[in-house]
């Protein structure tokens, strides 16, 4: 059966709010394919019409030459969604032969050997090694991954959308998850991949396809494209206004934290000091407490030994890690995702909200980091997962503390906004803020870190300078 895709003329709109604008493209067997473009773009809107999530949209789908309404009921097409749809209570061995009709013996018994070998041969599909009656909950996010792919694979998946399933994970978990996708295109499956990771993007893609506010800009073969010919089309304009400035020499000033062998959550004893007019950076793998220690400073976590000691105002802001589910409320407005972490700053003398001062602000913001749509009024749920990012971000600059503490700030955001929130880390240093930077992203800490540190175990390694540490000696650093 012939798996080519076809998308003739699709438009979508919302109200009078139009997000794709008559997309053409056709995706054929046997192609690893990059799907890219600036938050809100309309990438995450395209999936879920083919997923099947979204209807009521103008123009064709076809597979196969024969006309679809969406890809959902096709057991040829799989979709890999940050959300896996795995069980974490339940064996990997139960993940996998959910939904599927059971392999019985003698008529009405489960076979249970049946079931284990079913779910071992879709493991060998993705090249993971792990037995299957192992709970999900003992995987690394990149095996959880795996074993969503290797489900739908089993099941006869021939085509994969990948929906920046690599945003949250570690760089070894990332690619051991797009090793595993290119043999299965060496195959002859079609994966279509989200992803704002331009090295993954060039690494192993043979064809980029790119959208911007709704309208395909860019469909061609990576061959002959390098980093800075992919920023160049991502932001459409010269990547050379878009050079991050170089960081300048700024002497640190008063401690705006201590810690001082605490212990808490999964870490401990760990000591760690950030001044006024500094960026520190920690990072760690899955698993080694790396966000516990941000917590910690924060305040979101109590230690349960050591000294906790806050200098200037004694107020810190936190980028959570998870924005999913730590980000935001999705049926409030983006005014009042912005606001509810700063509202003192709006009371009047008699403890009133002045409500017109607090929208002013928040209107303010949303036009300062180019939130898209840019109707304040709209629901954060509605965002796409850049653009609550930015939100996140806003409600901390909101706060005005003197510390910041920035869990995975540039996650799931494309190469633009992450440069501009790279530029608003120069700011707060330059304003005199301090900033607590814990990011997985190695490129986080090479553009913005003065000093910076590996999480291991619950415990913090010894600090490296910025001047002491060069982009290329980062993974050789962690």
């Known amino acids: 059966m012939a798996h080519d895709i076809e998308i003739r003329g699709l438009t979508k709109s919302f109200g009078s709010h139009a997000v794709l604008h008559g997309i053409d493209l056709r995706f054929g067997e046997g192609e690893f394919i990059g799907l890219m473009g600036p938050n809100g773009a309309g990438?995450?809107?395209?999936i879920k019409i083919l997923a099947g999530v979204y209807g009521g949209y103008a123009g064709e789908l076809r597979i196969g030459g024969a006309q679809v309404s969406s890809l959902a009921a096709r057991s040829d097409?799989?979709?890999?969604?940050?959300?896996?749809?795995?069980?974490?209570?339940?064996?990997?061995?139960?993940?996998?032969?959910?939904?599927?009709?059971?392999?019985?013996?003698?008529?009405?018994?489960?076979?249970?050997?049946?079931?284990?070998?079913?779910?071992?041969?879709?493991?060998?599909?993705?090249?993971?090694?792990?037995?299957?009656?192992?709970?999900?909950?003992?995987?690394?996010?990149?095996?959880?991954?795996?074993v969503a792919v290797g489900r739908l694979l089993a099941r006869g998946a021939r085509v994969l959308v990948v929906d920046e399933a690599t945003s949250t994970l570690s760089s070894g978990d990332a690619q051991r998850l797009i090793g595993s996708l290119k043999r299965t295109v060496d195959a002859g499956a079609t994966v279509i991949m989200v992803s704002h990771k331009l090295s993954e993007i060039l690494a192993v893609c043979d064809r980029i396809v790119v959208i911007l506010d709704g309208r395909l800009v860019e469909d061609r073969p990576i061959g002959g494209l390098d980093r800075d010919g992919l920023v160049r089309l991502l932001v459409a304009r010269d990547a050379e206004a878009h050079a991050l400035e170089e960081r300048e020499a700024i002497e640190p000033g008063e401690p705006l934290l201590e810690l001082d062998g605490v212990c808490g959550g999964r870490v401990g004893p760990v000591s760690l000091t950030v001044r006024a007019g500094e960026v520190v950076g920690l990072t760690g793998l899955a698993g080694s407490g790396l966000h516990d220690v941000a917590l910690l400073a924060n305040g979101s976590i109590r230690p349960a030994?050591?000294?906790?000691?806050?200098?200037?105002?004694?107020?810190?802001?936190?980028?959570?890690?998870?924005?999913?589910?730590?980000g935001g409320f999705d049926d409030q407005s983006i005014v009042e995702n912005l606001a509810i972490s700063a509202l003192?700053?709006?009371?009047?003398?008699?403890?009133?909200?002045?409500?017109?001062?607090?929208?002013?602000?928040?209107?303010?913001?949303?036009?300062?980091?180019?939130?898209?749509?840019?109707?304040?009024?709209?629901?954060?749920?509605?965002?796409?997962?850049?653009?609550?990012?930015?939100?996140?971000?806003?409600?901390?600059?909101?706060?005005?503390?003197?510390?910041y503490v920035l869990c995975e700030p540039t996650r799931g955001v494309d190469v633009q906004t992450r440069r501009e929130i790279y530029r608003l880390i120069f700011e707060l240093r330059r304003s005199g803020a301090g900033v607590l930077m814990v990011t997985s992203d190695f490129e986080d800490l090479a553009a913005v870190a003065d000093r910076m540190a590996v999480v291991d175990d619950g415990r913090i390694g010894a600090f490296i300078s910025a001047d002491d540490l060069a982009n290329t000696d980062l993974e050789a650093f962690v």
Do not use: C
Request: net charge positive.
């Open 43 to 46: 990438k995450s809107t395209l």
């Open 305 to 326: 030994d050591g000294r906790v000691r806050r200098g200037g105002d004694g107020r810190t802001a936190l980028v959570p890690p998870y924005r999913e589910r730590q």
């Open 344 to 403: 003192p700053r709006w009371r009047s003398a008699v403890r009133l909200l002045r409500g017109a001062a607090e929208r002013t602000d928040a209107e303010a913001m949303v036009r300062r980091l180019a939130v898209s749509p840019r109707d304040p009024d709209r629901a954060y749920g509605d965002l796409s997962g850049g653009n609550k990012q930015k939100v996140v971000f806003g409600r901390a600059l909101l706060r005005a503390p003197g510390l």
């Open 77 to 146: 097409v799989g979709f890999i969604h940050q959300d896996l749809g795995l069980v974490d209570d339940l064996s990997i061995v139960d993940n996998l032969r959910m939904g599927e009709a059971p392999l019985r013996r003698f008529g009405a018994l489960l076979d249970h050997r049946a079931e284990a070998r079913a779910a071992a041969q879709a493991l060998e599909l993705v090249g993971l090694d792990r037995p299957v009656e192992t709970l999900v909950s003992a995987l690394s996010p990149g095996e959880k991954t795996l």
